[in-house]
Structures are given as structure tokens and as C-alpha cells.
């Protein structure tokens, strides 16, 4: 909804180059989520990162609370990279995930 | 473990006809969530559940939506007289209780209604 903006858009790289995915919140957060979705496939949890930095391979989520915003950096960009990816924010005293619209990334060969 | 299960994965009914989802939440998880995603609107929270209790459904219909979890091991979400705004992805995550567990998704169940 309107309390998480997430952008790009759309991204279009060439394969090998860098992608840096956006999220901004309007309100304090409890926990983060990045997750990473193909095409009438499943969601699937790319990090849990409610604060500071994480990194699995080329994928690196960096969480700031103060700036209330996360990042989504993905390094050496692949063709199976494609896809939508998506941030989720739990605000509340229980964890209700509130989501955003999503980065349609498309890597070319 | 098999992650957290959804049946059918599939599902087309009739206009008026009732739809029943269900949900096999991750074993030892304690807080399960029922969303739904559309083009149009994108992933929304509908009702979740701690210890099987209701905590939060705010954001079910509230006419024609139910969502019930009798057991530790299994919820549904039952829509009456569905109409064709109900199509949609239907999914189900679980956790750990807790302000700050990671949600495991279902691979979700796609509803129709012609």
C-alpha cells in the first residue's frame, strides 16, 4: 500500500551489470522482508533483514531504520535473475506483512 | 520439512458457487496469515491467526470471507457466493510467534470464478 514505496518500477539490465532495488517506508518498522517472485510462481524469501546489512552470494540487503527505507542490491546481474521482487514491512506489535507493488527486473543476454 | 502446504493449487467455480482454500501451516509454526494478490491490487493482508486463535482480520470482506484454523496443523479460508472479483492468488504464510520471525509462504492457490 501507500506506506511502503518500492521503486523502480522496472529495471533492464544487461547480463554482468549491478541492480540496486529500493524500498521506502512512511512508518517505523518491526521487520523486513525481500522476496523474490517468477511469473505465476511461489514468493519466495529472498532476506529477512529488519536492520543493518545482509549478504548471500551476489545478493546483498542493507536496512536502514532511522532513513526508514531498505535496499536490494544485486551484483553481476544473471539471465535467472529475472523476475519480480518485492519488499515487505511488519509494523505492528505482530507481524502482518504490508507490501509493495514491486521491481520487475529483466536481465538480457 | 515441506514448507508450508496449500490445496488446491488450483480452483475455478461458478458465480454464487463456495470456494474453501486450504492451509497446512510449517510444523512448530504458531502464527499463520492469509493474503491475497491481483494485478490490481497487488499482495494485501486479509486475517491471521496465533496459537489458532484470531488475532487481526481486518482486512477479510467481511460479508462473504471466513477464515477458521481448527488445529495446530491446518486452516481454511472459505468464500460464499463468490463473485469474480474474488479471483485471485490466494496465499498462506506461517512464522514463528514473534514481531520480527520470517514468513514462509505457500506456493498459493489460484481461484477463478467465471
Known amino acids: 500500500g501507500q506506506q511502503v514505496q518500492q521503486s523502480p518500477t522496472s529495471l533492464v539490465l544487461q547480463e554482468g551489470e549491478n541492480a540496486e532495488l529500493q524500498c521506502n517506508f512512511s512508518t517505523s518498522l518491526n521487520s523486513m522482508q525481500w522476496f523474490y517472485q517468477r511469473p505465476g510462481g511461489s514468493l519466495v524469501s529472498v532476506f529477512y533483514?529488519?536492520?543493518g546489512t545482509k549478504q548471500s552470494g551476489r545478493l546483498t540487503s542493507t536496512t536502514v531504520i532511522k532513513e526508514r527505507r531498505s535496499s536490494l542490491h544485486i551484483s553481476s546481474s544473471q539471465i535467472t535473475d529475472s523476475g519480480t521482487y518485492l519488499c515487505?514491512?511488519?509494523?505492528?506489535?505482530?507481524?502482518?506483512?504490508?507490501f509493495g507493488s514491486g521491481t520487475k527486473l529483466t536481465v538480457e543476454p | 520439512n515441506a514448507g508450508v502446504i496449500q490445496t488446491p493449487r488450483h480452483k475455478v467455480t461458478g458465480k454464487g458457487q463456495e470456494a474453501t482454500l486450504w492451509c497446512e501451516p510449517i510444523?512448530?509454526?504458531?502464527?499463520v496469515f492469509w493474503y491475497r494478490q491481483t494485478i490490481v491490487q497487488g499482495l494485501e493482508f486479509l486475517t491471521y491467526?496465533?496459537?489458532?486463535?484470531?488475532?487481526?482480520d481486518s482486512g477479510m470482506p467481511k460479508e462473504r470471507f471466513s477464515a477458521q484454523m481448527p488445529n495446530q496443523s491446518h486452516s481454511t479460508l472459505k468464500i460464499q457466493s463468490t463473485q469474480p472479483q474474488d479471483s485471485a492468488v490466494y496465499l498462506c504464510?506461517?512464522?514463528?510467534?514473534?514481531?520480527?520471525?520470517?514468513?514462509?509462504f505457500g506456493p498459493g492457490t489460484r481461484l477463478t470464478v467465471l
Open positions: 504464510a506461517s512464522s514463528d510467534w514473534g514481531p520480527s520471525y520470517e514468513q514462509y
Open positions: 515487505a514491512m511488519g509494523m505492528s506489535n505482530y507481524n502482518v506483512l504490508y
Open positions: 533483514n529488519p536492520s
Open positions: 510444523s512448530g509454526h504458531s502464527a
Open positions: 491467526f496465533r496459537n489458532q486463535a484470531p488475532i487481526d
